[in-house]
C-alpha cells in the first residue's frame, strides 16, 4: 500500500511559479511509476507529466513542455513538479499518481489558481 501526501500549490499570477510535492509512505516510490495529472474546471482530468521508474524518462503533455519539470528525490520519496510561466489554463487541482502494474495509488489532490 502506497500512501500518497500532496503539498504546495496555490494562488499565483500569471507568469509566476509553484513547485508541487507528493510525499510517498508505505513504500519507496522509486520502484513505481510517477505522474502529475489535473482536472481543470468543468473539464475531465488530462496527463501533465511523468517519470519513469526504470531510467528516470521523463514525458509532458505539449501544453506544458518547456514550462514544467516533473522530478524525484528518492531520499526523501518525493516527486516533484516544478511549474514555471504559469498561465491562466493552467488552473486546475492537481494530482500525483503512483503506478506499478495493476497498483494505482492517487494523492488527495491540490489546486493551482493562476489570474491573469
Known amino acids: 500500500q502506497v500512501q500518497l501526501v500532496q503539498s504546495g500549490g496555490g494562488s499565483v499570477q500569471a507568469g509566476g511559479s509553484l513547485r508541487l510535492s507528493c510525499a510517498g509512505s508505505g513504500r519507496a516510490l522509486s520502484n513505481y511509476g510517477m505522474s502529475w495529472f489535473r482536472q481543470p474546471p468543468g473539464k475531465e482530468r488530462e496527463f501533465v507529466a511523468g517519470?519513469?521508474?526504470?531510467?528516470?524518462?521523463?514525458y509532458y503533455a505539449e501544453s506544458v513542455k518547456g514550462r514544467f519539470t516533473i522530478s524525484r528525490d528518492n531520499a526523501k520519496n518525493t516527486v516533484y513538479l516544478q511549474m514555471n510561466s504559469l498561465k491562466p489554463e493552467d488552473t486546475a487541482v492537481y494530482y500525483c499518481?503512483?503506478?506499478?502494474?495493476?497498483?494505482?495509488?492517487w494523492g488527495q489532490g491540490t489546486q493551482v489558481t493562476v489570474s491573469s
Open positions: 517519470i519513469a521508474w526504470a531510467d528516470s524518462s521523463t
Open positions: 499518481d503512483a503506478v506499478k502494474g495493476l497498483k494505482d495509488y
